[in-house]
């Protein structure tokens, strides 16, 4: 086997590693948390911009081209500066994570613990 192949048959075990890993993680987040998952649904229930600003959060969309969109919606709590306490706070919750930043803002995706509590799902969001 060329050392290539061995590479690339490494690789493979490793990312199958990390997918099992994450599935325990997840699996263990599920089991120990349904009071935190209650608790971040019923913040979104009670904050509609907050949801809508969670449901933009793509790991493509800027934090200003979040408020952007938000604009026209004319939700209370969609300014500016709202949008960017309601990223600090979602950020903080570990929700989202940073991805990267542009000259609109920085950009953040859903972290894994949005997929382990199943909180994207539960609000209709892909």
């Not at 690339?8 to 948390?33: C, W």
């Not at 903080?92 to 609109?104: F, N, P, Q, S």
């Amino acid at each position: 086997m060329s050392e290539s192949n061995e590479l690339f048959v490494e690789v493979g075990a490793m990312r199958d590693e990390i997918e099992e890993q994450g599935a325990m993680i997840n699996a263990l987040v599920r089991a120990s948390s349904p009071e935190l998952r209650t608790n971040l649904l019923d913040a979104f229930q009670a904050d509609p911009a907050l949801r809508e600003i969670y449901g933009l959060i793509d790991g493509i969309r800027s934090q200003g081209q979040i408020v952007t969109v938000l604009k026209p919606l004319k939700l209370k709590g969609a300014s500016r500066s709202a949008v960017s306490t309601k990223i600090e706070e979602l950020a903080h919750e570990g929700l989202i994570a940073r991805v990267g930043r542009t000259k609109d803002g920085v950009i953040y995706k859903k972290s894994r613990l949005d997929k382990a509590l199943g909180i994207s799902r539960a609000l209709g969001f892909k």
